[in-house]
């Protein structure tokens, strides 16, 4: 999402049948009502780099999270929601081609040959199975893959077209069989509780290439209720809820170009993108927070200057989205610079000969590395600083605090890119649903 996505994205059922493959029995979880929601994302392409859908539950993730948002589906240039193996296009392999070993699966139960549905999709309904609070839900979109959303949301026809094609993809489970015996109607039903929309962005401002109309904004309060409509009829049909979100920007001049009271109304959240204040694009500083907490009037830089977390929901609010619509985002990685002096602050607001490791590294990495970590807690921010080289992350205890100005806010919860950046032992997570129980136990 953002410019998380370019970064990130840069690096590349029922079981079968409930009869041939008996979930296993999991770990004793709390199964109480969690406080809040806790939207986690889990990115399609993680697989490839060693993380998968168990790690989300022998880490614990799974027993804190309300949501779990599987990133991404793409928008085809007729406007239709679709699955393919074509790189930079789709990974219908990953998603619901690929057999999951017995030693990789969450119920620690291989995928059987004749299986209709394998992959990550099959991994998320095992890890529902095992975790009754969770839900799973498919984000469409992101920075890659926004080219075509204006297309899709143009016209009353095409609107209605592609959200009937997204719900018969992802709700209805009806999968295309590319290539091998995967799929078929129905295949991929009881997966997917709902929709998150990740336009990035409507009226400008996203990856290069994207189409981009002045109306954009309209149609995409147009489109939110359009998915609205059709989502509840469906639940009416079939006596369950199903959850409308979206990923919303942070930047004054993108929020502008949304109709976001009227947005609101539509969807049970917003989850904003309250990161990439600053990053990897200023390649030469000056150094300056990911996602600070508050704005700090001593900020060094020429754009975003004095931009922060609490700004962004401030604007919301004032743009007539209620609190409880509002969940907060935080990055669970970090951007890098080196050949920075220590200046007064232990490097912090200081010029830079360039990037530190690629510019982003995840905070499992981060964590590891030398240096001294710092906090700002006036300003709610935190970095790693060695010397030469400066990190921006948040730490498990900025992001407590985070959950807790969430939750003193009004706001409905926290929402975290990305579940693999995250340390074996779900630190992170651990630390979100600290917060937000905090003033409640």
Known sequence: MSRRSSAVLAAATVLASLAAAPIAQAAPQDHHRLPGQRVGYFTQWSIYSGFSAKQVQTSGQAGKLTVLNYAFGNVSADGTCFEANAAGVGDAWADYQRPVSAAESVTGVADAADQPLKGNFNQLRELKAVNPQLKAVISLGGWSWSKYFSDAAATDASRKKFVSSCIDLYLKGNLPQIGSAEGGAGAGAGV??????????????????????????????????????????????????????????????????????????????????????????????????????????????????????????????????????????????????????????????????????????????????????????????????????????????????????????????????????????????????????????
């Open 192 to 441: 997917f509780d709902g929709i998150d929309i990740d336009w990035e962005y409507p009226g400008g401002g996203g990856d290069g290439g994207n189409v981009v109309r002045p109306e954009d904004g309209r149609n995409y309060t147009l489109l939110m209720q359009e998915f609205r409509r059709e989502l509840d009829a469906l639940g009416r049909q079939r006596h369950q809820h199903y959850l409308l979100t979206d990923a919303v920007p942070s930047g004054e001049g993108k929020q502008g170009q949304l109709e976001l009271s009227k947005v609101a109304r539509s969807v049970d959240w917003m989850n904003l993108m309250t990161y990439d204040f600053h990053g990897s694009w200023e390649a030469q500083g000056p150094t300056d927070h990911n996602a600070n907490l508050y704005s700090d009037p001593a900020d060094a830089a020429p754009d975003n200057k004095g931009y922060s977390v609490d700004r962004v929901v401030q604007d919301y609010l004032d743009r007539g989205v209620p609190a409880d619509r509002l969940v907060l985002g935080v990055p669970f990685y970090g951007y890098g610079w080196t050949g920075v002096p220590a200046g007064p602050n232990h490097g912090l607001y200081q010029s830079a000969t360039g990037l530190a490791q690629g510019g982003n590294l995840p905070y499992k990495a981060i964590k590891d590395l030398p240096g001294q970590v710092f906090t700002d807690r006036e300003h709610g921010a935190s970095w790693k600083y060695d010397g030469t080289t400066f990190w921006t992350f948040d730490t498990p205890q900025l992001l407590t605090r985070k959950a807790e100005y969430a939750d003193e806010n009004g706001l409905a919860g926290v929402m975290a890119w990305a579940l693999d950046n995250d340390d074996a032992q779900g630190s992170l997570v651990a630390a979100l649903d600290k917060g937000l129980r905090e003033n409640r136990d």
